[in-house]
């Protein structure tokens, strides 16, 4: 360790080194004051949880099988129907919770506009989960 004298001719240089014992001694006063506050600073609450099972009672939604063939004609899970029919189902099944799920199937030779009826008659009756079916290419 280097100690600073008063004698001036040595004194022109600075001091070199930095006195640890200091810097140590708050170091392990802080580390001493930590280990013995750290026990103090949780606090756990006493809290009665309830009970639960891990069954669930999710319902599955039914699936309705749509289909509009190359002609225009209708179907309802392979049953043929007219568009007012078509409407009605669309009706009762908009009420049923949870809603259904539309799996629309569409030849590829039909006018859009057989396609955007019935998008239309699900949308007015609230049903919103309408899916479309498609073949992958070859």
Do not use: C
């Amino acid at each position: 360790m280097a100690f600073a004298s008063f004698d001036r001719k040595t004194s022109s240089q600075p001091m070199a080194e930095i006195n640890m014992v200091p810097l140590i001694d708050v170091v392990l006063v802080l580390l001493v004051i930590f280990i013995v506050t750290a026990p103090l600073l949780t606090n756990a609450v006493k809290l009665d949880l309830p009970k639960a099972t891990s069954h669930t009672d999710i319902e599955k939604p039914d699936k309705v099988q749509f289909a509009i063939d190359g002609t225009g004609a209708l179907f309802w899970n392979g049953e043929r129907l007219t568009r007012e029919e078509a409407a009605q189902r669309f009706a009762e099944e908009g009420k049923k919770r949870p809603q259904p799920e539309i799996y629309l199937r569409a030849d590829q030779s039909v006018p859009y506009r057989y396609v955007a009826e019935m998008l239309a008659d699900a949308s007015k009756a609230g049903l919103s989960k309408v899916a479309f079916v498609s073949e992958p290419v070859k």
